[in-house]
């Protein structure tokens, strides 16, 4: 019986297609399909994909009623819509999947799940770290699996709504004019060029507890428009990654002090914060975040709780297909005659960053390469794009942090040895966001650099979304149509 994992109805709409031996069919997110950005519900292009496979069983990421008591506590009302599972469900799937049995779990369970049971850990501490879902904010849990291979979670700690971490950081988010739930990472990109002072001002204003992580108000609603009003917002998002870094590493801190296990399993949207996922190498000897850490990853999540043992995980490819070899030859010959191409080619990665299969590839060499890449995207000049580097070679390009030195999905910065040689690649503060990809890895970016390092000597190319401003990450070949079309770069496929 194929499982599907569902998390729709709030944000991030995505969906998991798990087979009885546990192999992942299928991954991919309802905002690619739809085009609208964070989508919260399932649309037909996704239902279109998900059917071939016959799910019987769905699995729901969080428990209904659980939420909506929850959003009443915090002032955002019930939706009487969305009070029981079948309600949700009927919703979601519109009559177009008929599942013989459903099953739904916490929302913290289903991020804990999510990352442990795809990682290649036997035991692993695991933490769970959000902005809200039902009441649970932070989670620590020890994670194991049984003689006959189930995996069991035991909680350790917890931390409720609406003392939360990722609240405070939307809250900041919102208060410099960027979208909270959404926009988080251009906070933190915008953080390298402030002065991170005001953490201290946040600390006495905001934080009741560091170590509890308790804050005196509830940041949920907000933060005053003219709170640090005579601030730059680049000062108030270094302050907040200051902050927030602090109590991350705080939370690390105690589920070490468990003692349960030296691997470390982290998810929820706060592990997107790949600046202060770098410091977490200092308490943990291995970690594994799984690359879609966030609520769309929990349709992973709930689907392995119903499966209940080990997932085989492969790779973040696990999306929307567009057919055929990966064009290595041809990306070869753009890259070099006009330094930048795009790749729209096998399927699409879950999880927000474009590792290879839906991006817009560059030479990171030379100084104006990232104003090139930065008018195509049209996207504010303070951004850094990533690197994506043969693994065997990333030590002589970038100083890891600790715990990093497999990075193969973009989860850490590292520092740049000759920032002076590849400024496209390299943010304000001299880090940069590495993947590296290692040598076992069958996919096509793997290929594709061996070849650009036999040409050129140069092991990286600069790797960023192929998007249309405003617009999720291209999906099919209609897509990269309109992107080659828009912007006059070749997406090759
Ligand atoms: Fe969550």
Redesign the pocket.
Known sequence: MNILGVSAGFHDAAATVLSSQGDVLFAGHSERYSKHKNDANFCQGLLDDILPYGPEHVAYYERPWAKQLRQLYSGQGIEWNKLTLGQVLKTQLGGWIEPTRVSSYS?HLS?AASGFQTSPFDRATVVVI??V?EWETITIWGAEYDSTGRAIYKRLWQQNYPHSIGLFYSAVTGRVGLHPLDEEYILMGMAAYGNPGTSELMRMNLVQDEWEIRFKENLHTGLDPKYLEHFSNADLAAGAQDLAEDLILNVMMRARNFKFSNNLVYQ??VALNCSANRRIGNYFENIWIMPCP??AG?SLGAAALAYGQRVNWTSAFLGHDIPGAYPVNLLLDNLVTTGIVGVASGRAEFGPRALGNRSLLADPRGPDIKDRVNEIKRRQQFRPFAPVILEELVDQYFIMPRGWEHSPYMQSVGHCRSPELYPAIVHHDGTSRVQTVPKDSTSGIRELLEKWYVMTGCPMLLNTSLNIRGEPMVNDRADADRFEALYGVTVCS
């Open positions: 929302h991020h959000d902005a879902g929820g949207g966030g609520d929990s």
